[in-house]
């Protein structure tokens, strides 16, 4: 037996409801701020149907221990770039440096995992090259979390959870979206300021392989095993960090990320990932 999480903004229960009776689980519950349905002990045969009607709804149906904790959770990493926050903050700096457009081309390239990230990262920093340093601030300023973002880590620290960005993005953007949420530090790339502009970043370059081994090193560092750990991402160069954690998501993701991981979300916020995990659902309402 496992429990089927439903989650998404278009999410009505009332579409479910005759489904879960007929199934007969331990019970239904909804998550009115979530909008999510969670189906306690229902048979894969029941969800198969479930997951059948939730398509073409913009619904998100995930299928979970029934008793998976936050208990056993002492991390939680996070890309930033279009996961975290709704922005990509490169093409946002681009667009105001006026070399948008390319700079969004690849971008796309390098989250679909067309050539390396490292490299490509290297060719969009050169396009800001000579930009005036405050497009940076007015990025960080225009940053706009993705839908349950708070949620999530508003849950995370309720339970002790330590909450990390791990990004191929830019400390000006990653520290102040970090302090917002109050999270707990980030792991990221640095963006060079010369006498006022903007140059390409010095150092090795946190890539995919390098945001894998800062969630080993977080874990180590935490005490924690890499089963303790989640991962959450949308492009290419997350795979390696979803695939070493102990619950990878990929969150909106492109096809990369989306095959890498066990758990996905095409719709709903990222307080879908709170709904996981059973002690979301203390305050919940009993349907069935």
Known sequence: MQDLL???????PSDFLDLCRAA???????????????IKAINAAAADQLEAQAQGKAVDCLRLPAELSIQNVRLIALDMDSTLIANECIDDMAAIAGCGPEMARLTREAMEGLWPFSKNLVERVRLLKGADAGIALQASENICFSPGAQRLMRFMQAHRVDRWIISGGFSQIARPAAAKLGMTGVICNELVIEDGCLGPAGGRILDADGKRRA???????????????????????????????????AYHAKQAAAQAARLRINHAGLDA????YSEYWTDAQVLI
């Open 6 to 12: 439903l989650v998404g903004p278009a999410l009505q």
């Open 24 to 38: 007969k689980p331990e019970s239904v519950l909804f998550h009115p701020e979530t909008t999510a349905l969670r």
């Open 215 to 249: 969630l080993e090193v977080l874990s180590s560092a935490a005490k924690a095993e890499l089963c303790e750990t989640i991962a959450v991402g949308d492009g290419a160069n997350d795979v390696q960090m979803i695939r070493a954690a102990g619950n990878g998501f």
């Open 273 to 276: 990932i709170a709904a996981c």
